[in-house]
């Protein structure tokens, strides 16, 4: 297995990767990869200063935590406070900033604030605290939808009442066609994450390369992976194609997860949904359909009202579009650090802000492992 993962950042095959992307590039090109998760292994190898000048990255909005606008921060806060209740969230969220603290917070005021590592620990803790109201913060791209599908689905088939979902699920294709509407958009080809095209396959981008007439290539998460795709989409580019192109066939299919993709369309529906620091996208989320409704935490709660603003110092809407680099927002690294942050990309583990400020404090000539 060590041999296996070794091949995915081997030095001497992302320097002939790198001389095949130099050698086809005649002209600017700026690429954006969709993903968090590539946005890591981007800055941790420092693929973006091997590159040639003449090919730039930009750092999309794809990190599930990040977008999570405000209000929903807001509202998580405001139901884990309330006695009576078990809020249930994956550890990334628990430093996320609301207006006032985090749920770090909430749990140090007495709030039951647990972290689990999958919805159905929140269903189990729902049927053994039969007193109590348990809450599971469904944030994500549609890469953990399924699971919190499930969770909902098994909740209802189970008699489960006192359980119910906080949804904040995020689409990414909707994400995408906003980015290529907005007049000062700069992308010429994007690197499509590969998570969320295991479920949903790749055939959903197909009108997106086609109207706008931009390359989409579905990439990994290794080095060598990301390399591959920008050379990839660097190559169409080139010949004047725009096509979905699969980098990563050892785990996207163009069909995707079909039984996946039926358990969603029973549970969830689209809807409006607010990006951190974006604002609304039409039919860029997903919500509990009208047969699950009851478990929606939101309605439960009474919560949906609570409205915010974003702070006017953070400029993560901005470094989630990919107008700014993380380094150019004037908060970086003094009044917005991961101890102290203003918005959520400093403290997630797939932040734009929190790659940089991680890993551009090693020298120069560390990457790729070296």
Known sequence: MTAYLDQFSDPEL????????????????????????????IIRNGIDQLLPEDVELIHGPGCPVCVTPLELIDRALEIAARPGVIFCSFGDMLRVPGSDGDLFRVRAQGGDVRVVYSPLDAVALAEEHTDRQ??????????????????VHQARERGVTNFSLLVSH?????????????????????L???????VMGTAQYEP????????IVVTGFEALDVLDG????????????AEVENAYPRAVRREGNPAAQDLLAEVFEPTDRRWRGIGAIADSGWRLTADYRAFDAEERFGVGEIRREEPSACRAGDVLQGLIKPDQCPAFGTDCTPRLPLGAPMVSSEGACAAYHQYRSVEPGRVLGG
């Open 170 to 190: 995020v689409l990414v294709p909707p994400a995408l066609e906003s980015i290529m509407a907005a007049p000062d958009c700069r992308i010429d080809a994007f």
């Open 134 to 151: 348990v809450v599971f913060f469904a944030v994500g791209f549609e890469t953990t939808a399924p699971a919190n599908a499930m969770a």
């Open 192 to 198: 499509a994450a590969g998570h969320v095209c295991t």
């Open 230 to 241: 920008i050379r990839r989409a660097v190559r169409q580019l080139e010949d004047g194609r």
């Open 208 to 215: 997106i390369a086609s109207v706008h007439g931009v390359p």
């Open 14 to 41: 992302a320097l002939g990767l790198l001389r095949e992307i130099e050698q086809t590039a005649t002209q600017p090109w700026s690429i954006m990869e969709v993903c968090g998760g590539q946005t890591h292994a």
